[in-house]
Structures are given as structure tokens and as C-alpha cells.
């Protein structure tokens, strides 16, 4: 039960950076996505950062590796953990796993957020 409260207010933490970062006034006239394709990006990098330094530093408490990695990035974007899930399998030499992961997840999440649309109508 204290790992869901850890993930819950890193949760909490990361939906409301989201938010805070989707209120800027930042558009491009094109309609393109910036806003929401840097904090993919950045909530990424900084899983990538959380991992790395959790799989070097064995001090490093559980705890807050769960608050920051699970919780926070979680919270910011689950785009990270896509990307951290993507690298591990390149790094682990699977690259044909990866590409399918990658082609997939885009595909298949895109195709679903069409199929609610279409069911909602």
C-alpha cells in the first residue's frame, strides 16, 4: 500500500507539471503538436536520467525511484515508459522487437483513439 501512495502523489506531481506546461502559450500556426511532443521528450529524457541513475547508485532508495520513475514520469507522460521499454530493447539487441514495439504502439494507440471517436459519434 506505501508504493501506491508513492506512485500516487508522484502522480499527482507529474499530471499537474502536464498541466501547468499544456497552459503555456506556445502555438505553432501549422497546428503541430510542440507543447505536448516536448513534454513526451522530456518526461523520457528524465526517465532515462531516474533509470540510469538507479541502476548505477544501489543507495538510491526504492522509494523514490518509484515516486519519480512510476509516479512523476507516469503522471508527466507515459510516453517515457514507451521510451525507456523501447531502448531497453535496443540496448538488449532486439531491434527488430523494437521497431515492431515502436510501429505498433503508435499504430495500434492511434487506431484506438480513432475507434472511441468513431463509437462515441
Known amino acids: 500500500m506505501l508504493n501506491c501512495l508513492f506512485v500516487g502523489l508522484g502522480g ?6 502536464r498541466y501547468l506546461m499544456s497552459r503555456l502559450p506556445v502555438r505553432a500556426e501549422s497546428g503541430f503538436p510542440m507543447i505536448t511532443l516536448f513534454i513526451n521528450v522530456l518526461g523520457a529524457f528524465c526517465i532515462g536520467i531516474i533509470a540510469g541513475l538507479a541502476s548505477k547508485n544501489a543507495n538510491l532508495s526504492p522509494n523514490a525511484v518509484l515516486f519519480l520513475k ?52
Not at 499527482?12 to 507539471?17: I, M, R, S
Request: hydrophobic letters at 55%; glycine letters at 12%; one cysteine or more.
Open 12 to 17: 499527482f506531481v507529474g499530471t499537474v507539471c
Open 70 to 121: 512510476v509516479g512523476v514520469c507516469g503522471g508527466f507522460t507515459t510516453f517515457s515508459a514507451f521510451s525507456l521499454e523501447t531502448f531497453a530493447l535496443i540496448q538488449n539487441g532486439a531491434h527488430g522487437t523494437a521497431i515492431l514495439y515502436a510501429l505498433l504502439s503508435v499504430i495500434l494507440c492511434v487506431a484506438a483513439v480513432f475507434g472511441a471517436q468513431l463509437l462515441i459519434r
